[in-house]
């Protein structure tokens, strides 16, 4: 089935540790995002690939980082996660034209 | 700087009694507005896309349409399984990115 895989679909992490959250999609698309999805402040965005090779900063990137070394995959690592970044992530892609935009499951970390 | 609104934050209809949802955005030059649903501890499920004012889309029980300032989705005879969040989310020009607003909590009871 065509789509967006997140990995784990649940963590619960120690404060300071690192983590990588994974994110693979069979839909070849080019643009890749992730978000994050907090109560009372909707969907925003951390990090995003236009295509395989780069990445761009979003809204709050502070605290991540991400790679994009192939088309399917786009991870997304925490270097050190602190409380703030309980959050819910969600991985989505779109093609080149910003058509097909489709989300992931979401992975629900809390930081601990 | 691209800015979505949604209002109400939330809101409670009995079966059968329509209504609508409104988005409020600003972006320099939109290349899409988007609507999607969202389940309790599901990613977001895409509805609609409008491209240009006075475009309209439907969906069963639901039709989004679009002016240059907002777009509303209106829900005509909701059943429970209307129950949702409901976002909505804009695409400027030269940006592939989407900036959400912060959804519509959408509840129908029987």
């Known amino acids: 089935i065509a789509g967006i895989t997140q990995a784990p679909t649940s963590q619960i992490l120690a404060a300071g540790r690192r983590m990588t959250l994974r994110c693979t999609q069979d839909?070849?698309?080019?643009?890749m995002y992730w978000y994050r999805q907090d109560l009372g402040l909707g969907l925003r965005l951390i990090h995003y690939?236009?295509?395989?090779?780069?990445?761009g900063k979003g809204e709050v990137p502070d605290g991540y980082s991400v790679s994009r070394a192939n088309t399917d995959d786009f991870p997304l690592t925490l270097a050190s996660a602190v409380p703030s970044q309980t959050s819910v992530y969600f991985c989505?892609?779109?093609?080149?034209?910003?058509?097909?935009?489709?989300f992931g499951s979401g992975t629900r970390l809390t930081v601990v | 700087e691209d800015q979505v609104t949604q209002s109400p934050e939330a809101l409670r209809l009995q079966e059968g009694e329509s209504s609508s949802l409104n988005c409020s955005y600003t972006?320099?030059?939109?290349?899409?507005l988007f609507w999607y649903r969202q389940d309790p501890g599901k990613g977001p499920e895409f509805l609609f896309t409008?491209?240009?004012a006075g475009e309209e889309k439907e969906k069963e029980r639901l039709k989004a349409t679009l002016t240059k300032k907002e777009s509303f989705l209106h829900i005509t005879a909701p059943k429970p399984e209307d129950s949702a969040t409901y976002l909505c989310a804009v695409r400027d020009q030269g940006a592939q990115k989407l900036v959400f607003g912060q959804g519509t909590r959408l509840t129908i009871n029987p």
């Open positions: 839909m070849r698309h080019n643009a």
């Open positions: 690939s236009n295509t395989a090779g780069t990445t």
């Open positions: 972006v320099s030059g939109l290349r899409g």
């Open positions: 989505a892609s779109s093609d080149w034209q910003g058509k097909g935009y489709t």
């Open positions: 409008l491209y240009s």
